[in-house]
Structures are given as structure tokens and as C-alpha cells.
């Protein structure tokens, strides 16, 4: 492929995207992301996982000194690698008890991070996956009476058998006020109207005096639909969403082929 000159930031979501489905990042996506940086192309993350669940998996991964910016919480939190910490709005707590109330009849478990912990309507699958995943501590309470201040996000997961249902539902609410979506297949999101990867993306071009027509965006969900169709080029993995793969300038090969790692470096000739 040609080179495209004006690409100087490089963007990818992690889970089923940059990783495979273990969870592991492999030696030729590693490979890709430390020759971008030696073609002084910056790499940042952009995923719906929150900060403090990524920083300690850095070095794990190998490639702590090659990120250059964490784009967390489906774009609320932006951190630049030695640099400031930026936020964007939280989804009031008068808002989250509304969307319980909307949601009531809803299949699956509400659940939210909270100073480092998950804490959730009932300890179920997803709720004990995610706390060995991010080795954090999983937490049952009544949420109704646990929140006592703004948050960053509220998560609704359920069988995928029922996601459907849930996406309709949102749609027949049409609620102005936050964004629903889908970001795995078990898993749906609430958030403020105004947050969003791209716009996170946003927030470090402006310090970094880049424009988005300088940032290539890779993902495979719907959380993701903003950076793809608002940067330079958003690229879809094959193991994508399907209608978010009709949005994309380009298709990769699937996560667990390495798919973002092959397109890079075939992408940039490096």
C-alpha cells in the first residue's frame, strides 16, 4: 500500500481489536506499534476499559514506553504519556437512577466502577470475569442507595441472546440527555451525550497540535463508530461489527490474526 504522509497518530481500541481473544497482545501487533514510533508515528489506546484498568497491563504488554496518549472510558478520560490527565463529563447520578428506572424491565445486571472496584446489582458471570480479567475487587450493593455523586459511566450487561432487545429499546427511548450502546457483545454503556472515543481523540490533538485528518483509528465494536467515521482513515477488523464495518475505509485481518500489526506495517511499508 502507499504510505499516506499525513497519518502522524495512530489509534486502536483493545479488546477485539488489538488483542486477541485472550486478552494478549501478540509479538507481530507489538512489532507494529514499536516500528511506528521509530517512523516518529505516535500510538495511543483508545478503549471503553477505564484507566486504571489498563496503566498496570502496559508493561505486561511490552509497549509502556511506546504509548503515547490512553484514551479510557469510551473517550471520558484522556492521558497523555508523561503529560496531563484530561476528563470530560460525568453522567449525573439523577441521570443514572432515570435510566435504571427506564431500564427496570431490561434483562441483565447494571453494574459501574467505582474507585477501583466493579460493584454491581448481583455477583453474576460478567462480574466475576471482569474482576480476574482486571484483577479488581467485585462488589454487590443496591445501587439506587450506593450512588452519592456524578459517575463515569453506567454498564448494563446480559446474555447476548438479549442485546437486541436492549438496542431497541434505547432507540424507542431516544433520550437526549445520554448515549447508549453496545461495546461487546454481552455488554451495553451509558454515558454522556458529549463523550465519545473520537472526541477523546480530540481532546489530545488539541494538545498535541494534530488534527483528526492526522490520525488513523482502528476498532471493531460500536463504541467505536465515532473514531472510525471521524478520523482520517478508521480501519474495521474483520471480526467487526457488521455495520460498523460499512462505515470503515479499510477491513484487517480478524484480532486474532494479528490483523492490526499486518495492516500497519504493510500499510506504512515499515
Known amino acids: ?51 486504571f484498568s489498563i496503566e498496570p497491563f502496559l508493561d505486561l504488554w511490552g509497549i509502556k514506553e511506546y504509548v503515547d496518549v490512553i484514551i479510557a472510558n469510551n473517550g471520558l478520560e484522556v492521558s497523555v504519556n508523561s503529560g496531563p490527565m484530561f476528563m470530560s463529563n460525568l453522567i449525573s447520578k439523577e441521570l443514572v437512577f432515570d435510566i435504571l428506572d427506564q431500564y427496570k424491565e431490561m434483562p ?58 436492549i438496542e431497541e429499546f434505547c432507540l424507542k427511548m431516544n433520550d437526549p440527555r ?33 488534527k483528526l485528518e492526522n490520525v488513523m483509528a482502528f476498532g471493531d465494536n460500536l463504541n467505536d463508530l465515532e473514531m472510525i467515521v471521524g478520523c482520517k482513515v478508521g480501519v474495521v477488523m474483520e471480526n467487526g461489527d457488521d455495520f460498523l464495518k460499512s462505515k470503515a475505509d479499510y477491513i484487517a485481518l480478524d484480532h486474532n490474526e494479528s490483523g492490526f500489526g499486518k495492516y500497519v506495517l504493510d500499510y506504512f511499508e515499515i
Open 178 to 210: 445520554y448515549r447508549g450502546f453496545r461495546s461487546q457483545e454481552h455488554l451495553f454503556e451509558f454515558m454522556d451525550i458529549h463523550v465519545n472515543k473520537c472526541a477523546g481523540i480530540q481532546t489530545y490533538c488539541d494538545y498535541a497540535q494534530l
Open 1 to 51: 500500500m502507499k504510505k499516506l504522509n499525513s497519518i502522524k497518530l495512530v489509534v486502536s481500541d483493545l479488546d477485539g481489536t488489538l488483542l486477541d481473544k485472550q486478552g494478549k497482545l501478540s509479538n507481530i501487533n507489538r512489532e507494529a506499534i514499536i516500528k511506528l514510533k521509530k517512523n516518529n508515528i505516535q500510538f495511543g489506546l483508545a478503549t471503553g476499559r477505564p484507566y
Open 108 to 165: 441483565g445486571n447494571f453494574c459501574l466502577y467505582y474507585e477501583g472496584k466493579l460493584i454491581g446489582q448481583k455477583l453474576d458471570d460478567f462480574m466475576n470475569r471482569v474482576s480476574k480479567k482486571n484483577n479488581i475487587e467485585a462488589c454487590v450493593e443496591d445501587l439506587y442507595t450506593f450512588i452519592k455523586h456524578d459517575v463515569e459511566k453506567l454498564l448494563l450487561a446480559c446474555d447476548p441472546m438479549n442485546m437486541k432487545t
